[in-house]
């Protein structure tokens, strides 16, 4: 029947007419009849022809409908409602193929359904029994019986010919019988509708979703194994997909796969089966799991292009020339029992309406479809595992550089997209009649035979390594329109350093200007290790850095110039006398400023630079050197008295005064700038450790900031994220992204401290003094002077020995210490002790001076307070007032006074013989509270020389020699003309 008849006969004037002619007539109007039929309009059920089935009525009812034959011939039925059946059989000498066996006879068991009208007889019975049709398929079927007519009837003897009786009639057929039908119809193929089809399986790809307590997020091996583990769920169920897609289809793939199963074979299974050793880790070839991010990319991937395929080839439903003896006189409609069928459900015993590729876009379809199902096979095919691994180079031996493409991802199909990095796109497939993948990416924009250059389909392949102007939209997409673009795809960064790929990546960004952020996190949680922004977040800090930095070197460099002042015109500014004495002070305030002045450039101009430490040791050494110079080289300490009695007892007072006064004193002096730095660096290493945890570390992230997602780029207005492992190897290994931009001004930190941060900065150690006397030995309370303001436990360990062989013994951890001078040692006498942190181990050392002296010694000094409040406020204004000191407000003028008188050694000749203590009462009054004995028997004159002898006793030196100038003179000068 396929084939077309050639030939028709054409009549003429006066022919005899034969059977034979008329016949082909017949046939070729038929035979066209029917081609036209079954190759131009369709063949199947075209519509109704629904069996139901009522078993408590015992009918089964076929609904009218209409139907075409794989042979072209119609069939249209009205409802129909049987209720009996009988066996069938060929009428005698009809023989149709598929109910005989090779010896022409009937073998297949056939029943015919009947209505109510029909007669009973002998082997008629009703529908009541349900068993019977449980494994019965309804069938139309057109009986071709040509009937014999009679001839020599009556008075003629002409030949009546034959009359061909077409009758439909409505068949139940086994289960078992109607396969051996197919089998001789269809070779097991039921029809072009692929009914297979709807056992294709969704797959679904898992999430692989991190909990920020968990170890994936702090080590690299159990990082990756999440995502091994999330592929291989996965791995065999989209596997088995594929390969039951060739199953189903196969006859549209006979041409592209040699008529072999793509899956089963090489080099795809090969490419398979690589993939998962690498994701169960058993291949020595590769370095451990790098790149399995794009691994799962691939199945992603694999996944889109698997169900694209699927959704298209679904509504395939036609066939260019299909084979006619599929069904020639029959049409299956479906289960007696099988009850109505839902949308997504297809009987395989219904022969469903297939359509020739004429008006309907099939042809286009299959054509898609068979391009899809390539894709999946060239993608891969293209899947480079060594580039994902770091095992192969770009171009020249180079690495693989960073590009960004353009693409609409996430929200479209694979077509759609840009291909991804780790597709060799312009690899040509093994199958001869496949090509590139590229060429099959977009079925849509290949057969619209496009030119490259025009970009319809965007590759990181296809890219210029040189960005810096404009060719065509496919090397050098970020040139042209990218509105209708809402994603960036960012690669070639696996195994680059993330500050190479960072600032490669922000330098595409500001030139193409593209609106996404970039942030590079740690997967090791030590925070220590970690790279950290300081142009961001610390502000403020360095602001007050830079002005307490200012203040202090402004004050060092004061005091440079006020020595380099005094320096030069000491001679002018002090007698001879004194030059001595001066020279020596001139060069310890040198050596002073020389330490400030260290001091100052121990900081450097940037906060992050600051070592504090160093800051601190420098500042301590200024702190002992002036304490040394006033305690030990000015001998203060030695004007400490201690009696002849009760030496124990003075020794304990005098020195737990010392101990409670040093401590006040070294806080008041850290007040000046101490305590600033001290608060300006707490602040920053505290604020540095809470942005590294914040922001840096890719645990905390992804707790602060929800809807992290690996997907090989960014959207238009998210961040993205790369992840390294730690500070020492910083090569990147993965990407991520979030759909918002973040970090840019969230840069906190909690405003009262969580408890986690550590300041670890060593303990303090201050310098202690103490004093005794000869052969007793004295505690010291170091832990007390050595107090911390942010608090601690503190343990102290102290040397055995002195500087002089004195001994140093410790009470317990906390001290005190005690101090046992050598026998018979008199003089200073130092010791070095230990202080630690208990709880970080760091620690300090400090000094200890002890003063050891002779009992009931005194140190006397010239004047002092209590002398001249004892003389009165009168005469010692009187005495500032011709001195020429100016008193401020709230000045104290006895201390004034004092200062001064010390500075001149006393009240001067002038002063005594015709100054203010030129009055005899004055004279009287003064030596009485300096504690001189006089009675009214004593001179004038003597108590002058009693005043200059208590002087040259007490204040360095009897009548001073005539001097060029002295201080009261320059005083009397003023301050603006010395200066």
Known sequence: MSELLNTYPVFESNQVLTSTQLNKLVNYLDRQNRLTRAKLIGMGVVCGLEISCDTSENELTISKGTGITSEGYLINLGECKTVKYRPYSLPPGTIYEPFVNSSNVQDIKLYELLTEKADDGPDVKTLDNEVFLTDKVVLLFIESFDKDLKSCLGKSCDELGKERILTIRKLLISKDDLKTVWNRTNTGKLDAMF????????????????????PHTSDYTEFSLLYAKTILNVFDDLFDALNETYAVYRPLFLESYNGQNPFEENPVADKISTIRNFLENTDTTFTPYLGV???????????????????????????????????????????????????????????????????????????????LHNRIVLMLESFDLERINGLTEGEEGMGFPIRITPGLEKRSTLSRRSVPWYYDVNLLSSYDNLGRLKDYWDFDASRTCPLEAD?????????????????????????????????????????????LALSRINDLKKQFNLPFDTVALQLDPDAGTLELDYNCGFEDIQEEYKMARANLCGIVYDLRVIYKFIKENSGVIFNDDEKGDIEEILKRVKDLIELLVTLCAAMKDCVQDFDFVRFRLIYKEVLEYILDFFLVDMELMKKVEI??????????????????????????????????????????????YYLRKETAVFSTFINRHPGIDHQAGVRKGGTFIMLYKDGEDDTVFADFNLPYLCCGSENCVPMCDDGSFNFDLPPFARPDYAVTTIDNSVEVDVLRNDYQMLGGEFEIDSVDTSETTGGVSQGSETGPLTYIPKEGFIGFDYFNYTLTNVKTGKSDIAKVTILV??????????????????????????????????????????????????????????????GVLEDGDRRRQLLTCIGLPVNDNTSYKQMGEMIRQYQKDNCGGGKPEPACYSIPILKCWGINNVI
Not at 655 to 664: C, T
Not at 865 to 889: H, M
């Open 195 to 214: 009914p297979e089809k709807y056992d294709l399986p969704v797959v679904n790809m898992p999430r692989t979703l991190f909990d920020p307590s968990k």
């Open 455 to 499: 970009g319809l389909v965007l590759t990181y392949d296809d890219q210029l390594d040189d960005q810096s102007t404009a060719k065509d939209k496919l090397s050098t997409p970020l040139f042209y329109d990218i509105q209708d673009y809402s994603f960036f795809r960012i690669e070639g960064y696996i195994n680059t350093g993330f500050s």
């Open 293 to 371: 991010q794009y691994i799962y990319d691939l199945f992603l991937d694999l996944i889109l292009a698997y169900n694209e395929f699927r959704l298209t080839a679904f509504d395939l439903m036609s066939e260019c020339s299909p084979d006619m003896t599929r069904f020639p006189k029959h049409l299956m409609l479906g289960e007696a029992l099988g009850g109505s069928l839902s949308l997504c459900e297809q009987s395989e015993y219904r022969h469903y309406f297939v359509q020739p590729p004429v008006y309907n876009l099939q042809k286009q379809l299959v054509q898609k479809t068979i391009a």
């Open 643 to 688: 009696g002849e009695e009760d030496q124990e007892q003075q020794i304990s007072l005098i020195n737990g005064g010392f101990q409670r006064v040093f401590p006040l004193i070294f806080k008041i002096v850290d007040l000046l700038f101490y305590n600033k730095f001290l608060r300006i660096y707490y602040a920053f290493k505290q604020r540095e």
């Open 853 to 914: 002296k002779k009992p009931g010694e005194e140190d006397k000094g010239c004047y002092n307070v209590q002398i001249l409040q004892c003389w009165g406020e009168v005469p010692v204004r009187e005495t500032l007032a011709k001195r020429g000191v100016e008193i401020g407000p709230g000045d104290n003028i006895f201390r004034l006074l004092l200062n001064d008188l010390q500075a001149t050694g006393g009240f001067t000749d002038e002063e005594i013989s015709g």
